[in-house]
């Protein structure tokens, strides 16, 4: 961090995906009315922008907003500078994580790496874990609540034949899953040497 | 002559996944149509944006990028064909980055190599809707009709992702007609009023924020009700599992009574085309599309 010496625009540009982008933006504020869970975010992408370009890297990084954002893409195809907000919403929310200054119970941010340690494993997603992972992430109590909740979800799906529960022993999985373990350590390592992260 | 492709179903449409009744009817329609899919060898997840905090950037491009090469070398020279609006879009991202960065698609080999891969950029990749309408077009489309879908309501959502932000070429983000267009070409009637047709229905955060997605599924399922809609009509999978499955819950906690059916597209071609029930993929619903199944048990008419 020291490297920016407290200029937040800088470290962004440097260390977030398409965080070069920031600086474009010209505060028009078309995309605070696109996002669907507008009302619930604190900041809304445009406010994001101004509070990095005013330094305010610990309320930027705290804050919950950017995973609050659905991937809807409104925001993109009104932007006129076209900005890709959704991938910096993402980025941002990504570095903070990787900071650890992201909220640690936002559902969104446990979710989304729970995401994506279910599909590394085997190279595909197996929907039946990654629903059980996540029902269950606050203890077995909890999850067992949860899982009463949905059940009806559940069993529909059963019958619909939209959920297998024998993907929990015998799991689709790609050929290769070790060569994709391979090439997911190779890419992580480049990305870490070329944004300047320690590990 | 059959036309020819490298098939990415994704993950939610493997065999028995959240989609595979989409597959399903996917197959059918396909099989009518002379268009043959094969699926690229051992295709991997393409690590849909949800993953993010954990992947990165390189790591969802290395992804994309595996599948990428893999078809290159099994199946040299088909376009990529994807079925999943959340997969063609995270594909076509990739694609569009590789193809403007010698850096990015240097290190994309370098990690690539780890699995024995090279990717040479040569890929094209497509949804399946692009193919229906560019490559086979609505005539054609129409001309296998056995059953048109008459006196069917259909409100057509497209949801995000097939809409933004790439789109089907020569469509408006705010109004695209092309569902609306295959609906009329395979003899339903489309609500072209529908007023949530490009909304957003949560995504996956249907699943971390339940309360604020349900709040745009609703909205989505009462205004297709308004219109006076039998079912609704969508390309997503993911639109399509969660504005079906989250109706029961909705009317579990807000005592509505929600009880509209959510079909793929390709399930009204399938049915249309003379697909049993099964093949179309109706037997995969929570929620029963009666009109349709009426539709599909009905013997077919010989042809003229
Ligand atoms: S729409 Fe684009 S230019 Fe306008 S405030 Fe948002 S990011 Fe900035
Ligand atoms: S993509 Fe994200 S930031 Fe953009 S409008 Fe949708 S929710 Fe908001």
Redesign the pocket.
């Known amino acids: 961090m020291s490297a920016y010496q407290g200029d937040f625009l800088k470290e962004v540009e440097a260390r977030v995906e398409e965080g070069e982008w920031v600086k474009m933006c010209m505060q028009c504020g078309v ?1 605070a009315g ?5 009302p619930h ?1 604190e900041h ?2 445009q406010k994001i922008f101004m509070m990095i370009r005013a330094g305010k890297r610990e309320e930027v990084l705290t804050s919950d907003a ?1 995973w ?9 195809v ?1 932007c006129p500078r076209k900005l890709p ?2 991938q910096i ?1 993402h980025g941002l929310a990504t570095y903070a994580h990787r900071l650890g200054l992201a909220p640690k119970m936002q559902p969104t941010r446990r979710f989304s790496v729970t995401f994506w340690s279910n599909l590394t494993r085997t190279g595909r997603v197996n929907e039946l874990k990654l629903v059980l992972q996540v029902y269950f992430r606050n203890g077995f109590a909890a999850g067992l609540k949860e899982f009463w909740n949905m059940r009806r979800v559940g069993l529909r799906l059963l019958a619909a034949k939209r959920m297998n529960p024998f993907e929990l022993v015998f799991p689709h999985r790609c050929k290769d899953a070790k060569g994709i373990q391979r090439m997911l350590a190779k890419a992580c390592e480049i990305e870490n040497r070329k944004r300047g992260f320690s590990q | 002559m059959k036309k020819e492709y490298a098939f990415y179903p994704g993950c939610s449409s493997q065999l028995r996944g959240s989609a595979s009744n989409y597959l399903t009817s996917v197959n059918s329609m396909c099989q009518t149509l002379e268009v043959k899919m094969t699926p690229i060898p051992d295709w991997n997840c393409c690590g849909a944006s949800i993953g993010y905090a954990g992947s990165g950037e390189l790591a969802r491009h290395v992804m994309n990028a595996r599948n990428f090469a893999l078809s290159e070398k099994h199946l040299p020279g088909q376009d990529v064909v994807a079925t999943c609006a959340a997969c063609w879009l995270g594909a076509k991202e990739t694609k569009q980055k590789l193809d403007a960065s010698r850096a990015l698609m240097e290190d994309t080999n370098e990690a690539l190599k780890e699995a024995g891969l090279r990717y040479e950029a040569k890929t094209e990749v497509r949804h399946m809707v692009e193919v229906l309408i560019e490559d086979i077009g609505y005539e054609e489309i129409r001309k296998h009709v056995v059953k048109p879908l008459e006196g069917i309501k259909f409100a057509g959502y497209v949801g ?1 992702q097939t809409n ?1 932000p790439f789109g089907i070429a020569g469509e408006s983000f705010e109004n695209p007609m092309y569902l609306d267009k295959l609906v009329e070409t395979v003899g339903g009637e489309a609500l072209v009023k529908y007023e949530q047709k490009v909304a ?1 229905c949560g995504g996956a955060l249907a699943f971390s924020e339940p309360d604020k997605s349900q709040k745009q599924i609703k909205e989505i399922v009462e205004a297709a009700y308004d219109q006076g809609a039998d079912m609704i009509v969508t390309p997503c999978p993911l639109c399509q599992a969660n504005v079906e499955i989250y109706q029961a819950e909705i009317n579990r906690k807000q005592g509505t009574k929600l009880d509209m059916p959510v079909m793929y597209y390709s399930q009204l071609l399938a049915v249309a085309y003379g697909a049993a029930p099964k093949q179309a993929g109706l037997d995969g619903h929570v929620i029963q599309p009666k009109k349709l199944q009426d539709i599909a048990v009905k013997v077919v008419p010989a042809r003229k």
């Open positions: 995309c696109s996002c669907p869970f507008g975010w809304s992408p950017m609050m954002c659905t991937s809807c893409y409104n925001c993109v009104r907000i959704t919403m | 995000c933004r957003c």
